[in-house]
């Protein structure tokens, strides 16, 4: 190991020494060692060994599937690394919406395996997303249950907001709500994905663009519950412009037009 490497290393302990400090309750504890077990310890440091990442600053976001962190790579460039955290009743969800889908044959039952695998279908499906085109995190590398993307917000650190933090900022609802559901056609019917829990949550809004984000539930259009999902992320979009003083399409024509064009492009 180079002097450099070690430097990283110590870094890497530092911060994770400083996280644990901060855990002030038997549930931030929990929480914690869901996070940074000693397996994603170890992920974490053979990243910085190869290069894939430089230095690991701090957290970005928190939820109940994942840590986000802001972290630069090899050039300093902005990154963002999505840890899945290693829980039970997280796998047993997560299989509902891996099961089924044709681009995943063997799941088994271990947890462990279904977040990795979860991991995996993060980076495949933001790989889907930007082959089709659209905005999104550009995916660089997974490994066990630690995501590397591109970041997406200010070179400081700081992240883009989230589309319901933005409202105030619109120019044009209207317009921005067309985005919203042009988005959800071109992921349909050129990416081969529905998002399966797209929401003003899941959407990022950055230099006054939308982004797409957290893809991990997405699922193949070939999954059986495909349709099912599509008609609840057209419902969670229209629902949270209906708030605002714009026109708002039928949601079942939009869904109509969309499966028809979808078959369209298929024959």
């Known amino acids: 190991m180079t002097r450099n490497q070690e430097r990283k290393i110590n870094e890497l302990d530092e911060m994770v020494d400083k996280q644990r400090i901060k855990e002030k309750n038997s549930e931030d504890k929990d929480a914690y060692q869901r996070v940074f077990d000693a397996r994603t310890i170890s992920t974490l440091r053979k990243l910085l060994n190869t290069g894939v990442i430089s230095k690991l600053v701090g957290i970005i ?17 902005s990154l963002a690394i999505k840890i899945y955290k290693i829980d039970i009743q997280s796998a047993r969800w997560m299989k509902n919406y891996i099961k089924g889908d044709p681009r995943f044959k063997k799941i088994g039952s271990n947890p462990d395996q279904i977040i990795f695998m979860w991991c995996q279908k993060e980076f495949r499906n933001l790989k889907q997303i930007d082959n089709a085109d659209l905005p999104c995190p550009i995916p660089l590398h997974f490994k066990n249950n630690v995501l590397v ?26 317009k921005e709500l067309e985005t919203s559901l042009d988005y959800i056609d071109r992921l349909y019917r050129t990416a081969h994905l529905v998002h399966a829990d797209l929401s003003e949550f899941n959407i990022l809004y950055h230099e006054s663009k939308q982004i797409l984000i957290d893809v991990s539930q997405a699922v193949s259009i070939a999954h059986p519950k495909a349709k099912q999902y599509l008609a609840r992320d057209i419902r969670n979009i229209i629902n949270f412009y209906s708030r605002m003083d714009v026109p708002i399409p039928d949601p079942m024509e939009i869904y109509t037009n969309i499966i028809e064009k979808g078959h369209k492009s298929d024959e």
């Not at 976001?61 to 460039?77: L, R, W």
């Not at 993307?149 to 209207?174: H, W, Y």
């Open 149 to 174: 993307m591109t970041f997406i917000g200010n070179a400081d650190g700081t992240p883009a907001r989230k589309l319901k933090e933005c409202v105030s900022l619109f120019q044009n609802p209207a």
């Open 61 to 77: 976001s928190q939820g109940k599937e994942a840590n986000v962190y802001f972290a630069y790579g090899a050039q300093q460039e």
